[in-house]
Protein backbone atom coordinates (compact mmCIF):
# COMPACT_ATOMS: atom_id res chain seq x y z
CA UNK A 1 0.00 0.00 0.00
CA UNK A 2 0.66 3.31 -0.90
CA UNK A 3 1.68 5.94 2.07
CA UNK A 4 0.40 9.60 1.23
CA UNK A 5 3.21 12.30 1.21
CA UNK A 6 1.76 14.40 2.79
CA UNK A 7 -0.27 17.90 2.07
CA UNK A 8 2.48 20.40 0.28
CA UNK A 9 1.38 23.75 2.29
CA UNK A 10 2.36 21.89 5.54
CA UNK A 11 5.56 20.99 4.93
CA UNK A 12 9.06 23.41 5.83
CA UNK A 13 11.97 23.72 3.12
CA UNK A 14 14.02 21.95 5.46
CA UNK A 15 11.24 19.01 5.45
CA UNK A 16 10.98 19.12 1.91
CA UNK A 17 14.73 19.20 1.02
CA UNK A 18 15.59 16.20 4.13
CA UNK A 19 12.76 14.44 1.79
CA UNK A 20 15.00 14.50 -1.49
CA UNK A 21 18.84 14.42 0.28
CA UNK A 22 19.33 17.74 0.24
CA UNK A 23 19.35 18.74 4.04
CA UNK A 24 22.69 19.07 4.41
CA UNK A 25 23.17 21.47 1.56
CA UNK A 26 20.46 24.37 3.06
CA UNK A 27 23.21 26.07 4.84
CA UNK A 28 26.03 25.47 2.53
CA UNK A 29 26.95 26.48 -1.22
CA UNK A 30 23.89 25.08 -2.44
CA UNK A 31 21.43 27.19 -0.96
CA UNK A 32 21.60 29.67 -3.66
CA UNK A 33 20.57 27.64 -5.87
CA UNK A 34 17.75 25.96 -4.38
CA UNK A 35 16.46 29.29 -3.84
CA UNK A 36 16.84 30.17 -7.41
CA UNK A 37 14.96 26.56 -8.29
CA UNK A 38 11.81 27.26 -5.63
CA UNK A 39 11.98 31.34 -6.80
CA UNK A 40 12.01 31.03 -10.39
CA UNK A 41 15.32 31.57 -10.87
CA UNK A 42 17.89 29.80 -13.22
CA UNK A 43 20.33 27.60 -11.78
CA UNK A 44 21.91 27.54 -15.48
CA UNK A 45 25.12 29.43 -14.49
CA UNK A 46 26.25 26.97 -12.03
CA UNK A 47 25.91 23.83 -14.61
CA UNK A 48 29.40 22.50 -15.57
CA UNK A 49 28.15 22.54 -19.23
CA UNK A 50 25.39 24.05 -21.26
CA UNK A 51 21.80 21.83 -22.77
CA UNK A 52 22.79 20.59 -26.39
CA UNK A 53 21.46 22.56 -28.98
CA UNK A 54 18.14 20.95 -29.91
CA UNK A 55 17.63 19.71 -33.14
CA UNK A 56 14.68 19.73 -35.51
CA UNK A 57 11.80 17.77 -34.86
CA UNK A 58 10.33 14.82 -36.78
CA UNK A 59 8.44 11.58 -36.70
CA UNK A 60 11.18 9.54 -35.86
CA UNK A 61 12.68 12.32 -33.34
CA UNK A 62 9.37 14.37 -31.84
CA UNK A 63 11.62 15.87 -29.16
CA UNK A 64 14.30 17.67 -31.14
CA UNK A 65 17.24 15.42 -29.49
CA UNK A 66 20.50 16.52 -30.39
CA UNK A 67 22.40 13.73 -32.67
CA UNK A 68 25.45 14.21 -30.34
CA UNK A 69 24.47 15.24 -27.20
CA UNK A 70 25.54 13.22 -24.64
CA UNK A 71 23.17 11.45 -22.15
CA UNK A 72 23.69 9.87 -18.23
CA UNK A 73 21.42 7.48 -17.04
CA UNK A 74 21.51 6.91 -13.68
CA UNK A 75 19.51 3.57 -12.38
CA UNK A 76 18.54 1.92 -9.01
CA UNK A 77 20.18 -1.38 -8.95
CA UNK A 78 17.81 -3.85 -7.08
CA UNK A 79 15.60 -6.15 -7.61
CA UNK A 80 15.63 -5.65 -11.17
CA UNK A 81 18.80 -5.30 -11.54
CA UNK A 82 20.08 -2.89 -14.66
CA UNK A 83 20.92 -5.34 -17.28
CA UNK A 84 17.78 -3.80 -18.54
CA UNK A 85 19.58 -0.56 -19.00
CA UNK A 86 22.87 -1.83 -20.06
CA UNK A 87 21.58 -4.67 -22.94
CA UNK A 88 18.63 -3.16 -23.57
CA UNK A 89 17.37 0.79 -23.56
CA UNK A 90 21.04 2.12 -24.22
CA UNK A 91 21.85 -0.10 -26.81
CA UNK A 92 18.27 1.61 -28.57
CA UNK A 93 19.29 4.89 -27.60
CA UNK A 94 22.49 4.33 -29.35
CA UNK A 95 20.93 2.71 -32.44
CA UNK A 96 18.39 5.90 -32.56
CA UNK A 97 22.17 8.33 -31.93
CA UNK A 98 24.84 6.67 -32.92
CA UNK A 99 27.01 9.77 -31.96
CA UNK A 100 25.52 10.21 -28.46
CA UNK A 101 28.06 8.95 -25.82
CA UNK A 102 25.98 7.18 -22.68
CA UNK A 103 26.79 7.25 -19.48
CA UNK A 104 25.55 4.76 -17.47
CA UNK A 105 25.41 4.93 -13.34
CA UNK A 106 24.09 2.42 -11.12
CA UNK A 107 23.68 2.66 -7.04
CA UNK A 108 21.55 1.93 -4.49
CA UNK A 109 21.75 4.90 -2.93
CA UNK A 110 20.00 7.06 -5.01
CA UNK A 111 19.66 10.34 -2.58
CA UNK A 112 22.95 9.72 -1.24
CA UNK A 113 24.75 9.82 -5.15
CA UNK A 114 22.32 12.69 -6.62
CA UNK A 115 22.72 14.94 -3.36
CA UNK A 116 25.32 16.93 -4.53
CA UNK A 117 24.62 16.92 -7.89
CA UNK A 118 21.08 17.93 -7.54
CA UNK A 119 22.93 20.95 -5.26
CA UNK A 120 25.25 21.79 -7.52
CA UNK A 121 23.08 22.32 -11.03
CA UNK A 122 24.79 19.10 -12.30
CA UNK A 123 22.02 16.60 -12.94
CA UNK A 124 21.35 13.22 -15.20
CA UNK A 125 19.08 13.14 -17.60
CA UNK A 126 17.46 10.35 -16.48
CA UNK A 127 16.81 8.43 -13.29
CA UNK A 128 15.38 5.32 -11.86
CA UNK A 129 14.09 6.93 -8.63
CA UNK A 130 13.50 3.81 -6.41
CA UNK A 131 14.80 1.47 -3.20
CA UNK A 132 14.70 2.40 -0.01
CA UNK A 133 17.29 5.81 -0.42
CA UNK A 134 14.97 7.01 -3.41
CA UNK A 135 14.03 10.76 -3.50
CA UNK A 136 10.55 12.17 -2.83
CA UNK A 137 9.02 12.52 -6.37
CA UNK A 138 6.24 15.30 -4.85
CA UNK A 139 9.18 17.34 -2.70
CA UNK A 140 11.76 17.48 -6.01
CA UNK A 141 8.48 18.93 -8.23
CA UNK A 142 7.81 21.92 -5.52
CA UNK A 143 11.61 22.26 -6.02
CA UNK A 144 10.96 23.24 -9.58
CA UNK A 145 13.20 19.57 -10.45
CA UNK A 146 11.47 18.26 -12.06
CA UNK A 147 10.40 17.62 -15.87
CA UNK A 148 6.77 17.53 -17.02
CA UNK A 149 6.30 14.22 -19.12
CA UNK A 150 2.49 15.63 -20.39
CA UNK A 151 5.07 15.67 -24.08
CA UNK A 152 6.48 12.25 -23.53
CA UNK A 153 2.41 10.91 -23.34
CA UNK A 154 1.41 12.62 -26.06
CA UNK A 155 4.38 12.48 -28.02
CA UNK A 156 3.76 9.71 -31.11
CA UNK A 157 4.26 5.40 -30.20
CA UNK A 158 7.88 4.12 -31.75
CA UNK A 159 5.70 0.91 -32.42
CA UNK A 160 2.36 3.06 -34.10
CA UNK A 161 3.24 6.93 -34.79
CA UNK A 162 -0.67 7.03 -35.35
CA UNK A 163 -0.83 6.29 -32.21
CA UNK A 164 0.46 8.45 -28.96
CA UNK A 165 2.36 6.63 -26.34
CA UNK A 166 -0.24 6.98 -23.47
CA UNK A 167 -2.55 5.08 -26.14
CA UNK A 168 0.12 1.41 -25.77
CA UNK A 169 0.02 1.45 -21.74
CA UNK A 170 -2.26 -0.01 -19.16
CA UNK A 171 -5.25 2.32 -18.13
CA UNK A 172 -4.05 4.41 -15.30
CA UNK A 173 -0.65 4.50 -15.84
CA UNK A 174 -0.29 8.03 -16.50
CA UNK A 175 -2.85 8.93 -13.50
CA UNK A 176 -0.29 7.19 -11.66
CA UNK A 177 2.69 9.70 -12.02
CA UNK A 178 0.49 13.02 -11.35
CA UNK A 179 1.88 15.19 -8.97
CA UNK A 180 -0.57 18.27 -8.86
CA UNK A 181 -2.65 16.96 -11.72
CA UNK A 182 0.08 17.35 -14.08
CA UNK A 183 2.26 13.82 -14.93
CA UNK A 184 6.01 14.11 -14.08
CA UNK A 185 6.68 10.28 -12.78
CA UNK A 186 6.94 7.81 -15.78
CA UNK A 187 5.64 4.26 -14.00
CA UNK A 188 6.36 0.93 -15.73
CA UNK A 189 6.16 -2.07 -13.55
CA UNK A 190 2.54 -3.44 -14.00
CA UNK A 191 1.18 -4.86 -10.64
CA UNK A 192 -2.26 -6.70 -10.59
CA UNK A 193 -4.69 -7.88 -8.22
CA UNK A 194 -6.89 -11.16 -7.78
CA UNK A 195 -7.35 -14.52 -6.91
CA UNK A 196 -3.92 -16.83 -6.84
CA UNK A 197 -4.26 -20.14 -7.71
CA UNK A 198 -1.99 -23.37 -8.52
CA UNK A 199 -3.44 -23.90 -12.07
CA UNK A 200 -1.08 -27.56 -12.12
CA UNK A 201 -3.48 -28.45 -8.96
CA UNK A 202 -6.65 -27.22 -10.71
CA UNK A 203 -5.76 -28.88 -13.98
CA UNK A 204 -4.92 -32.33 -12.02
CA UNK A 205 -8.52 -31.82 -10.26
CA UNK A 206 -10.39 -30.65 -13.24
CA UNK A 207 -11.28 -27.37 -11.83
CA UNK A 208 -11.87 -24.00 -13.62
CA UNK A 209 -11.56 -20.82 -11.86
CA UNK A 210 -15.48 -19.13 -11.27
CA UNK A 211 -16.29 -16.38 -13.66
CA UNK A 212 -19.27 -15.40 -11.06
CA UNK A 213 -20.11 -15.98 -7.30
CA UNK A 214 -22.82 -18.71 -8.27
CA UNK A 215 -19.45 -20.89 -9.83
CA UNK A 216 -17.58 -19.89 -6.78
CA UNK A 217 -19.61 -21.22 -3.97
CA UNK A 218 -20.40 -24.46 -6.33
CA UNK A 219 -16.54 -24.74 -6.64
CA UNK A 220 -15.82 -24.32 -3.02
CA UNK A 221 -18.41 -27.35 -2.06
CA UNK A 222 -16.22 -29.40 -4.85
CA UNK A 223 -12.88 -28.25 -3.12
CA UNK A 224 -14.05 -28.51 0.31
CA UNK A 225 -14.85 -32.08 -0.50
CA UNK A 226 -11.33 -32.95 -1.09
CA UNK A 227 -10.33 -31.22 1.88
CA UNK A 228 -8.88 -28.68 0.59
CA UNK A 229 -9.70 -25.18 1.96
CA UNK A 230 -11.39 -23.08 -1.10
CA UNK A 231 -10.40 -19.86 0.06
CA UNK A 232 -8.53 -18.12 2.35
CA UNK A 233 -6.34 -14.93 4.00
CA UNK A 234 -4.48 -13.57 6.72
CA UNK A 235 -7.09 -12.24 9.46
CA UNK A 236 -3.55 -11.20 11.82
CA UNK A 237 -1.75 -8.78 9.10
CA UNK A 238 -3.21 -9.05 5.87
CA UNK A 239 -7.58 -8.30 6.26
CA UNK A 240 -6.46 -5.38 3.55
CA UNK A 241 -5.96 -8.69 0.61
CA UNK A 242 -9.64 -9.50 2.12
CA UNK A 243 -10.88 -6.02 1.73
CA UNK A 244 -9.33 -5.35 -1.78
CA UNK A 245 -11.36 -8.22 -3.26
CA UNK A 246 -14.69 -6.81 -1.72
CA UNK A 247 -14.07 -3.15 -3.28
CA UNK A 248 -12.73 -4.92 -6.55
CA UNK A 249 -15.89 -6.71 -7.22
CA UNK A 250 -18.37 -3.50 -6.03
CA UNK A 251 -16.12 -1.11 -8.87
CA UNK A 252 -17.24 -4.07 -11.03
CA UNK A 253 -20.72 -4.17 -10.03
CA UNK A 254 -21.43 -0.25 -10.34
CA UNK A 255 -17.98 1.20 -12.20
CA UNK A 256 -15.11 2.86 -10.82
CA UNK A 257 -17.07 6.00 -9.53
CA UNK A 258 -17.81 3.97 -6.81
CA UNK A 259 -13.87 4.03 -5.84
CA UNK A 260 -13.52 7.53 -6.18
CA UNK A 261 -16.30 8.56 -4.25
CA UNK A 262 -15.28 6.06 -1.08
CA UNK A 263 -11.87 8.07 -1.24
CA UNK A 264 -13.47 11.56 -1.36
CA UNK A 265 -15.64 10.56 1.26
CA UNK A 266 -18.83 11.20 -0.63
CA UNK A 267 -21.78 10.71 1.81
CA UNK A 268 -23.06 7.43 1.56
CA UNK A 269 -20.66 6.06 -0.84
CA UNK A 270 -20.19 2.99 1.41
CA UNK A 271 -23.85 2.15 2.02
CA UNK A 272 -24.15 1.62 -1.69
CA UNK A 273 -26.20 -1.59 -3.25
CA UNK A 274 -22.94 -2.24 -5.39
CA UNK A 275 -21.24 -2.58 -2.34
CA UNK A 276 -23.64 -4.54 -0.02
CA UNK A 277 -23.57 -6.74 -3.13
CA UNK A 278 -20.31 -6.91 -2.65
CA UNK A 279 -19.80 -7.72 0.85
CA UNK A 280 -22.62 -10.14 1.05
CA UNK A 281 -21.27 -12.26 -1.51
CA UNK A 282 -17.49 -11.93 -0.26
CA UNK A 283 -19.03 -13.06 3.45
CA UNK A 284 -20.62 -15.79 1.50
CA UNK A 285 -17.01 -17.21 0.41
CA UNK A 286 -15.88 -16.52 4.24
CA UNK A 287 -17.85 -19.38 5.41
CA UNK A 288 -14.94 -21.57 3.97
CA UNK A 289 -12.53 -19.97 6.21
CA UNK A 290 -11.73 -21.65 9.31
CA UNK A 291 -12.02 -19.27 12.19
CA UNK A 292 -8.31 -20.51 12.81
CA UNK A 293 -7.42 -18.42 9.96
CA UNK A 294 -8.37 -14.75 11.50
CA UNK A 295 -5.27 -15.58 13.73
CA UNK A 296 -2.17 -16.28 10.96
CA UNK A 297 0.59 -13.87 9.12
CA UNK A 298 0.28 -13.72 4.93
CA UNK A 299 3.35 -15.86 4.68
CA UNK A 300 1.66 -18.77 7.00
CA UNK A 301 -1.42 -18.64 4.66
CA UNK A 302 0.83 -18.20 1.49
CA UNK A 303 3.08 -21.55 2.46
CA UNK A 304 -0.51 -23.63 3.00
CA UNK A 305 -1.12 -22.80 -0.43
CA UNK A 306 2.26 -23.53 -1.46
CA UNK A 307 1.44 -27.21 0.62
CA UNK A 308 -1.68 -27.82 -1.54
CA UNK A 309 -4.01 -27.01 1.78
CA UNK A 310 -5.55 -23.73 -0.26
CA UNK A 311 -7.11 -23.46 -3.70
CA UNK A 312 -7.68 -19.48 -3.77
CA UNK A 313 -5.62 -16.91 -2.74
CA UNK A 314 -6.32 -13.31 -2.48
CA UNK A 315 -3.43 -11.32 -3.01
CA UNK A 316 -1.38 -8.87 -5.79
CA UNK A 317 1.43 -9.53 -8.55
CA UNK A 318 4.18 -9.92 -6.26
CA UNK A 319 3.30 -12.86 -4.87
CA UNK A 320 5.29 -15.52 -6.40
CA UNK A 321 8.60 -13.80 -6.02
CA UNK A 322 7.52 -13.09 -2.52
CA UNK A 323 6.90 -17.51 -2.02
CA UNK A 324 9.96 -18.23 -3.99
CA UNK A 325 11.58 -20.35 -1.71
CA UNK A 326 8.59 -21.88 -0.32
CA UNK A 327 6.88 -22.49 -3.58
CA UNK A 328 7.84 -26.37 -4.41
CA UNK A 329 8.95 -28.01 -7.94
CA UNK A 330 5.53 -28.70 -10.08
CA UNK A 331 3.60 -25.90 -8.56
CA UNK A 332 2.75 -22.67 -11.19
CA UNK A 333 0.88 -19.70 -9.96
CA UNK A 334 -1.79 -18.20 -11.76
CA UNK A 335 -4.30 -15.09 -11.42
CA UNK A 336 -7.91 -15.14 -12.01
CA UNK A 337 -9.83 -11.88 -11.32
CA UNK A 338 -12.68 -11.84 -9.29
CA UNK A 339 -15.87 -13.37 -10.02
CA UNK A 340 -18.24 -11.64 -11.69
CA UNK A 341 -21.15 -10.43 -8.89
CA UNK A 342 -24.42 -9.79 -10.71
CA UNK A 343 -25.24 -10.13 -14.56
CA UNK A 344 -25.42 -6.41 -14.75
CA UNK A 345 -22.02 -5.68 -13.21
CA UNK A 346 -20.52 -2.75 -15.39
CA UNK A 347 -17.14 -3.83 -15.34
CA UNK A 348 -16.62 -7.80 -17.11
CA UNK A 349 -15.24 -10.55 -15.48
CA UNK A 350 -11.86 -9.73 -16.92
CA UNK A 351 -11.45 -6.54 -15.33
CA UNK A 352 -8.68 -6.14 -12.70
CA UNK A 353 -7.37 -4.32 -10.62
CA UNK A 354 -4.31 -2.87 -11.90
CA UNK A 355 -1.38 -0.44 -10.92
CA UNK A 356 1.79 0.87 -12.03
CA UNK A 357 4.88 1.18 -10.29
CA UNK A 358 8.73 1.57 -10.11
CA UNK A 359 9.16 5.41 -11.32
CA UNK A 360 11.27 6.95 -13.56
CA UNK A 361 11.86 10.50 -14.06
CA UNK A 362 13.58 13.64 -16.01
CA UNK A 363 15.42 16.39 -14.08
CA UNK A 364 14.59 19.85 -15.36
CA UNK A 365 17.69 20.98 -15.39
CA UNK A 366 19.53 18.21 -16.78
CA UNK A 367 21.53 18.87 -19.95
CA UNK A 368 19.91 16.98 -22.06
CA UNK A 369 15.93 16.65 -21.15
CA UNK A 370 14.99 15.94 -24.68
CA UNK A 371 17.43 12.83 -24.57
CA UNK A 372 15.69 11.33 -21.71
CA UNK A 373 12.51 11.93 -22.92
CA UNK A 374 13.39 10.14 -25.80
CA UNK A 375 15.29 7.41 -23.41
CA UNK A 376 11.68 7.07 -22.00
CA UNK A 377 9.68 6.45 -24.68
CA UNK A 378 12.20 3.78 -25.83
CA UNK A 379 11.21 2.31 -22.97
CA UNK A 380 7.72 2.26 -23.40
CA UNK A 381 7.99 0.59 -27.31
CA UNK A 382 6.93 -2.90 -27.36
CA UNK A 383 10.74 -3.82 -28.30
CA UNK A 384 12.21 -1.92 -25.13
CA UNK A 385 9.31 -3.10 -22.66
CA UNK A 386 9.75 -6.82 -23.74
CA UNK A 387 13.28 -6.58 -23.10
CA UNK A 388 12.73 -5.16 -19.71
CA UNK A 389 10.61 -8.26 -18.79
CA UNK A 390 13.31 -10.72 -20.35
CA UNK A 391 15.96 -9.16 -18.15
CA UNK A 392 14.28 -8.11 -15.05
CA UNK A 393 11.47 -10.56 -15.00
CA UNK A 394 8.73 -8.32 -14.37
CA UNK A 395 5.88 -7.11 -16.88
CA UNK A 396 5.58 -3.50 -17.72
CA UNK A 397 3.00 -1.23 -18.09
CA UNK A 398 3.14 -1.91 -22.41
CA UNK A 399 0.03 -3.76 -22.86
CA UNK A 400 0.61 -7.09 -24.90
CA UNK A 401 4.78 -6.60 -25.08
CA UNK A 402 5.33 -9.65 -23.30
CA UNK A 403 3.07 -11.97 -25.72
CA UNK A 404 5.00 -14.53 -26.71
CA UNK A 405 7.77 -14.51 -24.27
CA UNK A 406 8.33 -17.62 -21.65
CA UNK A 407 8.01 -16.25 -18.58
CA UNK A 408 7.37 -17.56 -15.27
CA UNK A 409 3.94 -19.27 -14.46
CA UNK A 410 2.71 -16.33 -12.30
CA UNK A 411 3.74 -13.99 -14.88
CA UNK A 412 2.31 -15.18 -18.03
CA UNK A 413 -0.76 -15.32 -16.01
CA UNK A 414 -0.31 -11.98 -14.98
CA UNK A 415 0.54 -11.32 -19.24
CA UNK A 416 -2.50 -12.87 -20.00
CA UNK A 417 -4.61 -10.85 -17.48
CA UNK A 418 -3.48 -7.89 -18.66
CA UNK A 419 -4.15 -8.47 -22.18
CA UNK A 420 -7.34 -9.82 -21.73
CA UNK A 421 -8.95 -7.08 -19.41
CA UNK A 422 -7.46 -4.27 -22.01
CA UNK A 423 -9.08 -1.50 -20.63
CA UNK A 424 -11.55 -2.57 -18.11
CA UNK A 425 -8.78 -1.98 -15.13
CA UNK A 426 -10.66 -1.38 -11.52
CA UNK A 427 -8.29 1.71 -10.11
CA UNK A 428 -6.65 2.05 -7.23
CA UNK A 429 -7.83 2.82 -3.90
CA UNK A 430 -5.80 6.17 -2.46
CA UNK A 431 -7.76 6.24 1.20
CA UNK A 432 -5.70 3.60 2.42
CA UNK A 433 -2.79 6.46 2.84
CA UNK A 434 -4.65 9.35 3.36
CA UNK A 435 -6.96 8.45 6.16
CA UNK A 436 -4.84 5.49 8.64
CA UNK A 437 -7.85 5.27 11.16
CA UNK A 438 -10.30 4.77 8.47
CA UNK A 439 -8.70 2.30 6.97
CA UNK A 440 -7.89 0.18 10.08
CA UNK A 441 -11.19 0.13 11.00
CA UNK A 442 -12.12 -1.26 7.84
CA UNK A 443 -9.15 -3.97 8.45
CA UNK A 444 -11.25 -4.82 11.74
CA UNK A 445 -14.64 -4.89 9.87
CA UNK A 446 -13.13 -7.18 6.75
CA UNK A 447 -12.31 -9.59 9.47
CA UNK A 448 -15.87 -9.44 11.25
CA UNK A 449 -17.65 -9.75 7.80
CA UNK A 450 -15.48 -13.06 6.53
CA UNK A 451 -15.34 -14.62 9.83
CA UNK A 452 -19.57 -14.30 10.39
CA UNK A 453 -19.86 -11.83 13.18
CA UNK A 454 -21.81 -9.02 11.10
CA UNK A 455 -23.72 -8.87 8.16
CA UNK A 456 -23.08 -7.02 4.80
CA UNK A 457 -25.40 -4.38 5.96
CA UNK A 458 -23.62 -4.15 9.47
CA UNK A 459 -20.30 -4.23 7.71
CA UNK A 460 -21.60 -0.96 5.55
CA UNK A 461 -23.15 0.90 8.54
CA UNK A 462 -19.83 0.94 10.34
CA UNK A 463 -18.09 1.91 7.29
CA UNK A 464 -19.98 4.63 6.44
CA UNK A 465 -19.83 5.50 10.21
CA UNK A 466 -15.81 5.55 10.18
CA UNK A 467 -15.92 7.66 6.64
CA UNK A 468 -18.18 10.53 8.00
CA UNK A 469 -16.61 10.17 11.30
CA UNK A 470 -13.35 11.30 9.49
CA UNK A 471 -14.90 13.56 7.03
CA UNK A 472 -15.94 14.97 10.17
CA UNK A 473 -12.98 15.29 11.85
CA UNK A 474 -11.35 19.08 10.93
CA UNK A 475 -7.30 17.72 12.04
CA UNK A 476 -7.21 15.60 9.19
CA UNK A 477 -6.58 16.99 5.92
CA UNK A 478 -9.04 16.16 3.34
CA UNK A 479 -7.32 14.65 -0.02
CA UNK A 480 -9.26 14.19 -3.54
CA UNK A 481 -8.91 12.14 -6.11
CA UNK A 482 -10.28 13.20 -9.85
CA UNK A 483 -8.90 10.26 -12.04
Not at 47 to 53: E, I, L, M, Q, Y
Not at 177 to 199: E, H, Q, R
Request: aromatic share 8%.
Amino acid sequence: MSNSAGTPGEITRRQMLRRIGLTALVAGPGAGLLSACATGGSPAATSSAAPSAAAATSAANPFGVAANAPLEVVIFKGGLGDSYATEVHEPLYKKAFPQAEIKHVATQQIAQTLQPRFAGGDVPDMIANSGTDLMDNAALQQEGQLLELAELWDAPSIDDPSKKVRDMVAPGTVESGLITGKPYVMNYVFSAYGLWYDSALFEKEGWTPPKTMEEFKTLCETIKAKGITPFAYAGSNASYYAYWMILISAAKIEGNQLLLDIDNLVDGAWQRDSVKQSAAAWAEIGKYMDKSFEGLIHTEVQTRQNQGKIALYPSGSWLENEQKSQTPEGFKYALTPTPSVTAADKLPFEAIRAAAGEGYIVPSKAKNPKGGLEYLRIMLSKEGARGFTEKSGNITVVTGAADGLELSPGNASLSAAQTAAGQNIVTYNSFEGWYKELETELRKQTNALMFGRISAEEFCEKMQKAADKTKADSSITKQNRTV
